[in-house]
């Protein structure tokens, strides 16, 4: 084998992780959606160090929470990441594989602690607990999960703004399974009522009119391609901002 052989092969198994996030296994257990529970997929404990890391060195007034769609963000994303959300001081808090649960543990064990608290935080999460795993959850239990992240969130910031993205499109099938469970996670998450926060979802750009994948912004079933990212950060960006002025502007100047 050469040694550009080799290293295409390393490069493919490190790509793994995040590709293989939105499958979790048949075999786990079920768990509760707003019980705290590690993570213990086998590419966690690089990926959490990494995060903490960051918790600990960077500035921090945008927190992006989630899973694999969110982890990704620094590595398919990363341009558009780096040019358009590092500037605004953004830590990413997502890890491949994690459900509400998994969440929920991160943030008990980090006890979110950022460097300074964020003036806006980005969750988006679910799409795992719907999953293809044996122990999978209803959208109503996965949406317990995200209010229970939110009120956390609320409780340890309490300036904070809170912008929840209703999940991604599951699957390239309008009439398949994960998508109906999808869409009957955000028709949960849209009934949350919550202070400090907005509730939007902006799938109709990922889509279609009739609700297949639009060319080039899919590389599988679940995950982006980097004109994915693009899309999303064109319309994600200006809310973003829109709360961050609004949080400069309520603060008391000096």
């Keep these: 084998m050469t040694k550009n052989t080799l290293i295409s092969a390393a490069c493919l198994l490190a790509g793994l992780p995040s590709l293989l996030a939105a499958a979790p296994s048949e075999n786990d257990p079920p768990t509760s959606p707003v019980a705290p529970v590690y993570n213990d997929r086998h590419w966690v404990p690089a990926r959490y160090a990494k995060v903490k890391q960051n918790m600990a060195n960077l500035p921090c007034d945008v927190f992006f929470i989630g899973d694999?769609?969110?982890e990704q963000w620094e590595i398919v994303g990363k341009k558009v990441w780096d040019e358009k959300f590092v500037p605004l001081k953004a830590v990413n808090f997502g890890v491949s594989?994690?459900?509400t649960e998994h969440i929920l543990w991160r943030?008990?064990?980090?006890?979110?602690?950022?460097t300074t608290p964020p003036k806006v935080c980005v969750l988006m999460v679910g799409t795992n607990n719907i999953g293809t795993w044996k122990g999978k959850q209803t959208p109503k239990e996965t949406v317990e999960g995200v209010k229970k992240i939110v009120t956390t969130l609320l409780d340890k910031f309490p300036s904070t703004h809170v912008i929840i993205l209703e999940t991604t499109p599951y699957g390239p099938d309008p009439k398949g399974n994960l998508r109906i469970l999808g869409e009957k996670v955000n028709a949960e998450i849209r009934k949350?009522?919550?202070p400090r926060t907005n509730i939007v979802n902006y799938n109709k750009y990922f889509l279609n009119p009739d609700k297949t994948f639009k060319p080039g912004l899919f590389k599988d079933h679940v995950h982006l391609t980097e004109q994915g990212y693009r899309v999303w950060c064109e319309h994600l960006l200006p809310e973003v901002e829109k709360w961050?002025?609004?949080s400069d502007e309520a603060s008391p100047r000096s």
């Design 107 to 114: 943030m008990e064990d980090t006890k979110l602690a950022t």
């Design 97 to 99: 594989g994690d459900r």
């Design 68 to 70: 694999s769609i969110t």
């Design 192 to 194: 949350l009522k919550l």
């Design 244 to 246: 961050l002025k609004k």
